[in-house]
């Protein structure tokens, strides 16, 4: 999608959102259709729509959830993979910006670098680079809609290997993956176990001479259909339009499903998980060294291999893993602690992403800077003394986009709310000395652990809750009131700054 002939959206708008990716458009597809009437416009950074499936480009990427949850709840999946291709699932978020007539309302290349909210004027400046010229321009917003998503788009995360500068060969991040970088034939070794790692394997395996896939420890690894028979023969039978709801509801219960019986029985589910891997493996695997995790399942999120991808990789031998720590990097690959040298021609280190809130966007209120680990978040979808401020952070355990849309329609209900009674913002305020502050996610995983400090905190009672449950959510977001005691509201006119309570707990 090109921006040639694209007509501006004014710089002065209801709501301003940031980011066009799944969050942004869904925000906007919501408002589109809720609040027809309602102004609004979309600032993006790069030069198309799509977020993380225009920024990733290596081999094999793909969802990890299944498309029906991951796609929006208001627009049908309907191609006959349900662990979808990055490129199928970039035709799907087109198809939605044509579809809700959102083309004229993104403004490309433009960088956000801050945002400062004027109680006076109940109004949002936002202050944007265009990366095409290099000038500075500003937009003025009554909401702010905060749709960046939780990684860093412009660097993922590589520890610091001893000897890297020795090697001879190639070393690629996947966020960074080189346009055109051949692999044919050649000695690949791919560092890490996570999603990253478990698409890149199988999908380079095809071409290239071997894969290895060097990890430290490993992870849980479940193997799914890449197409889901029940729901494509309920779409032969119900059309769908009928069929998409049916499939939603059975692909949340069974994902909600494994995640409560792997809180609950660990034991056993460590078991399925494991027996699962070992059918799909010869017998003379070393399932216990290679696929068998020192935690417990959902302790860090669960990867998922479409059609056991990465176990026929290893079964027919054009891929294998190796289970050991890095000592360095030599000249022609890789040595490990254990003595053993890997030799390689091409390094892929899927060594993770950094986490960052909000695209680093410098938030302030009324001239005082706004840091977000000092806040503590709404319903998951407001921050504590910031006043007219929406963020969409999906779920961890589940399709992020459900979140997305839950988040999207209630404020779509607060803005009706708002609209009802005349009011011109709206705050949370934190005063309940009982609410303790936790992280706001608690997965053990490493990239977590390095971030999750920069995030906004939860609560641990009331609103204040973050709430890794979609049932629950949709009790709170879509069928609860909006009205709530710990929203402050004022009406529309001046309000004087020093009045105000602030509230950031």
């Given at each position: 999608m090109t921006t040639t002939g694209r007509t501006s959206p004014p710089a002065d708008v209801d709501v301003l959102i940031i980011g066009a990716g799944i969050s942004g458009i869904g925000a906007a597809s919501h408002l589109r259709t809720l609040h027809p009437l309602k102004s609004f416009a979309i600032l993006e950074a790069r030069e198309s729509i799509g977020g993380t499936w225009d920024l990733f480009r290596y081999p094999g990427i793909r969802s990890d959830s299944d498309m029906p949850t991951f796609g929006f709840g208001f627009k049908p999946w309907t191609h006959r993979k349900s662990i979808a291709d990055g490129h199928i699932i970039l035709d799907y978020l087109q198809q939605t910006v044509a579809e809700q007539g959102l083309t004229e309302t993104i403004r490309f290349g433009y960088r956000v670098l801050g945002a400062e909210f004027s109680s006076e004027q109940g109004?949002?400046?936002?202050?944007?680079?265009?990366?095409?010229?290099?000038?500075?321009?500003e937009f003025t917003a009554r909401f702010l809609f905060l749709g960046t998503g939780m990684y860093d788009h412009d660097a993922g995360f590589t520890p610091e290997f001893t000897g890297v500068e020795d090697f001879e060969g190639q070393v690629v991040h996947p966020q960074h993956w080189p346009e055109g970088l051949d692999y044919a034939g050649k000695q690949v070794i791919v560092i890490g176990s996570g999603a990253t790692a478990v698409t890149l394997v199988p999908s380079m395996a095809r071409t290239?001479?071997?894969?290895?896939?060097?990890?430290?420890?490993?992870?849980?690894?479940?193997?799914?259909?890449?197409?889901?028979?029940?729901?494509?023969?309920?779409?032969?039978i119900l059309g769908h339009e009928r069929a998409h709801k049916a499939v939603r509801r059975k692909n949340i219960l069974l994902t909600r499903g494994v995640h409560k019986v792997s809180l609950r029985a660990p034991k056993l589910m460590r078991r399925l998980l494991i027996a699962n891997v070992r059918r799909r493996l010869p017998r003379h695997f070393d399932v216990d060294t290679h696929f068998t995790p020192r935690y417990n399942p959902w302790e860090q999120r669960l990867c998922v291999v479409p059609d056991g991808d990465l176990f026929k990789a290893l079964s027919v031998g054009r891929a294998s893993v190796v289970t050991d720590h890095i000592e360095r990097f030599t000249k022609t690959g890789i040595l490990l602690k254990s003595g053993q040298e890997l030799a390689a021609d091409l390094i892929v280190t899927a060594t993770g992403l950094v986490m960052s809130p909000f695209g680093k966007i410098r938030l302030s209120v009324d001239g005082r800077p706004v840091d977000p680990s000092a806040t503590t978040s709404y319903k998951a979808m407001m921050l504590s003394g910031v006043p007219?401020?929406?963020?969409?952070?999906?779920?961890?355990?589940?399709?992020?986009?459900?979140?997305?849309?839950?988040?999207?329609?209630?404020?779509?209900r607060l803005l009706d709310h708002m609209d009802s009674h005349d009011?011109?913002?709206?705050?949370?305020?934190?005063?309940?000395?009982?609410v303790e502050r936790v992280p706001y996610m608690d997965l053990a995983s490493n990239y977590v652990r390095r971030g999750i400090g920069a995030f906004p905190r939860a609560g641990t009672s009331g609103p204040w809750t973050v709430e890794m449950a979609y049932e629950k959510d949709v009790k709170r977001l879509r069928e609860g009131p909006v009205d709530d005691p710990a929203l402050r509201f004022t009406a529309a006119g001046p309000v004087p700054s020093a009045s105000r309570p602030r509230g950031a707990r």
């Open positions: 109004r949002w400046t936002v202050t944007a680079r265009h990366s095409p010229t290099g000038e500075t321009a290239a001479g071997h894969v290895t896939m060097l990890q430290r420890s490993p992870g849980y690894i479940l193997s799914s259909p890449a197409e889901d028979k029940i729901a494509n023969a309920l779409r032969r007219n401020l929406v963020f969409a952070l999906g779920y961890t355990n589940l399709s992020w986009t459900l979140k997305v849309d839950l988040v999207s329609e209630h404020f779509c009011y011109a913002t709206v705050e949370p305020v934190l005063d309940d000395p009982s």
